[in-house]
């Protein structure tokens, strides 16, 4: 009987392997940048278009990560991601400001959302940082029309390792294989950009702004506190101040 779950599980373990191997440099460098924006009082955005939208909402809202971190949802769900044009409208409905960061996590890194989402935020002076497979993106063509892929439109790129076509396994009698890891590869990432934050804001001196699971009777006080100092930037449609708020 042909143990192809171990032999998976194996090819992950190589993969993450590698990308603490080759891409920490990187991961720090996109760190670096987030502890710096949250210390000057800044957000971080994280974007994914389709199954990549599972990585991007990793930071979001759980146990131990960022509470100025925000989720930027993918209203078609991939269905969109090579329509140009539609970047600028999902990102129509946050806040991104000069001095934030967005992260854009894509395998391919080829189709347009993703790319625009880059282009975009280096417009309005945001840090972009990539998450995407260099392997598959040099293998294959662009998908958008100024010929970019988005480990050439932003500013810190970060290689998940995943092979070209994001498949492992070879399927016997069959030209094809099976067996994704970008997620895993992209959700470890997100999560050591996460943690090397939080620990560089911590050699700073500054009290790391982080959830503490909702499951514990402690989290709920410190959660509820937390919020209080953000909740409003981190709401979409964000509503100007009236006159009279303005005076105060």
């Known amino acids: ?92 409905r946050y806040g991104l400001e000069a001095g934030d960061v967005l992260i854009v996590i894509s395998n391919s890194g080829i189709n347009a959302i993703p790319v625009e989402m880059a282009q975009i935020a280096h417009s309005k002076g945001v840090t972009s940082v990539a998450i995407t497979s260099v392997a598959h993106s040099s293998a294959v063509a662009a998908r958008h029309s100024s010929g970019q892929k988005l480990y050439e439109a932003a500013d810190i790129v970060i290689d998940t390792h995943s092979p070209r076509g994001d498949t492992v396994l070879p399927v016997a009698g069959s030209p094809f294989r099976t067996g994704s890891t970008s997620s895993l590869a992209s959700i470890a990432i997100v999560q050591s950009i996460v943690v090397q934050t939080v620990a560089l804001l911590t050699e700073r001196g500054i009290t790391p702004p982080i959830f503490v699971s909702a499951n514990v009777p402690e989290g709920k006080d410190h959660n509820h506190a937390m919020m209080a100092q953000y909740q409003k930037r981190l709401a979409r449609y964000q509503i100007p101040l009236t006159w009279e708020e303005e005076k105060k």
């Open 1 to 92: 009987m042909p143990d192809a779950s171990s032999d998976y599980l194996a090819f992950a373990i190589e993969q993450l392997r590698n990308i603490q191997q080759e891409s920490t440099g990187t991961i720090h460098q996109a760190a670096h940048v987030v502890a710096d924006a949250l210390e000057d009082g800044h957000l971080l955005y994280l974007f994914g278009s389709g199954h990549s939208g599972l990585a991007a909402k990793e930071a979001h809202g759980r146990a131990g990560g960022l509470v100025p971190a925000i989720f930027i949802e993918d209203v078609m769900d991939g269905d969109a991601e090579r329509v140009e044009g539609m970047a600028r409208l999902i990102l129509g």
